[in-house]
């Protein structure tokens, strides 16, 4: 089924696609989204690309350079972030007193216009309850809800975060961030013990505690880096070890479809401001002409289609690997509700 479509992606500041443009997937140089939220620079990279435009690279030199080539990741969003102090007119919430938008509210995630509670797949909401337990207590969502939705902290969810404007290096496919930051910025982690390698970060800011020593200041450029091994957007699987799971499948029950989004949201848990959407599309190949341009109503039928169920995809990627806050692989006999989040977390 996966042959009888094609893939766009699109980015803009807000949820109205009147404001994206189409993201040159694998592409060096990133699209500059502007607003009075923020000032983002995106590059998306995905190995094996087929979509659109027409004419984009297969992949990305990005998928040579460590830890990418190790990991076999199949798809990355890395971003230049930089938020803006909004004005006392544009912000009601708690932001508007601070410097920065604190580090508990800054979330990434998925979320979708319409319901998917009769589309997730059997046990999937007992799956969720160990994946918060065990992996990660700070995702936020509700995939039973009318307009479901699954966000995680930023400090927790991103793979790489650098405090600081880090490089764009064609040779290295585009925007390009270690973990860490600037001497200015490594400083500003290292004051309230933000751990210096990813892993530890992402371990450290699980705790509520730690998240609310950081902020996200504005007018300081941050390198965020989000990626894995698990979509396969070539073959519209979700990989999984030992094996792949068809996503049309499970996207929103209904077979063939005109056309299908999955929707990455980075936005305000406490003003509901968004600063970025990013729209990955699937087409119908027959709704799309030669030069790449889709065909007259072929935009409009993408709301007829009901919202992808990538909401699992989101559970998994949080780490390459699904360990416990100790490192220990998640025990197969672990069952949601057995026992409380442990409070000992290093």
């Not at 030199?61 to 004005?87: E, G, W």
């Not at 995680?152 to 973990?179: I, M, Q, R, Y």
């Not at 396969?232 to 030992?242: H, Q």
């Not at 996503?247 to 999955?262: A, E, F, P, T």
Request: aromatic share 10%; glycine share 10%; with cysteine.
């Amino acid at each position: 089924m996966a042959d009888k479509y094609i893939l766009r992606i699109t980015a803009g500041p807000g949820y109205d696609e009147d404001t994206h443009e189409e993201v040159p997937v694998n592409k060096p140089h990133p699209l500059q989204i502007q607003s009075p939220a923020a000032d983002i620079e995106l590059n998306v990279r995905i190995r094996n690309y087929q979509g659109l435009p027409r004419g984009s690279p297969s992949t990305s030199s990005y998928f040579s350079t460590k830890p990418h080539a190790y990991n076999k990741d199949q798809y990355s969003i890395s971003l230049r972030f930089t938020p803006h102090k909004p004005s006392s007119r544009q912000s009601a919430g708690s932001d508007a007193r601070c410097s920065g938008i604190k580090g508990t509210d800054l979330q990434f995630g998925n979320d979708f216009d319409r319901p998917i509670r009769d589309k997730l797949p059997p046990g999937f909401s007992t799956a969720m309850s160990i994946v918060k337990w065990w992996i990660d207590p700070g995702l936020d969502g509700d995939a039973y809800a009318d307009k479901p939705y699954l966000y995680g902290p930023a400090l927790s969810s991103f793979n790489v975060l650098h405090v600081g404007p880090g490089e764009c290096n064609e040779t290295k496919g585009g925007l390009c961030f270690n973990e860490g930051g600037d001497e200015q910025g490594s400083r500003s982690r290292s004051s309230i013990g933000m751990p210096r390698d990813s892993k530890g970060r992402m371990k450290w800011a699980l705790r509520d505690a730690n998240k609310a020593k950081w902020v996200f200041q504005y007018g300081q450029t941050y390198g965020l880096d989000f990626f894995n091994p698990y979509l396969d957007f070539a073959n519209l699987a979700l990989r999984l070890p030992g094996f792949q799971l068809p996503i049309v499948k499970y996207w929103d029950g209904q077979g063939l479809r005109r056309s299908h989004q999955l929707r990455y949201v980075l936005r305000n848990k406490d003003t509901g401001e968004v600063y970025l959407v990013i729209l990955f599309t699937l087409y119908l190949k027959e709704d799309v002409n030669e030069d790449g341009t889709l065909k007259e109503g072929a935009a409009e039928r993408v709301a007829e289609a009901a919202p992808g169920t990538f909401i699992g995809e989101k559970a998994f990627s949080q780490h390459n690997e699904i360990r416990t806050l100790e490192g220990q692989p998640l025990p197969r006999y672990a069952k949601a509700g057995a026992g409380n989040y442990p409070d000992d977390i290093d």
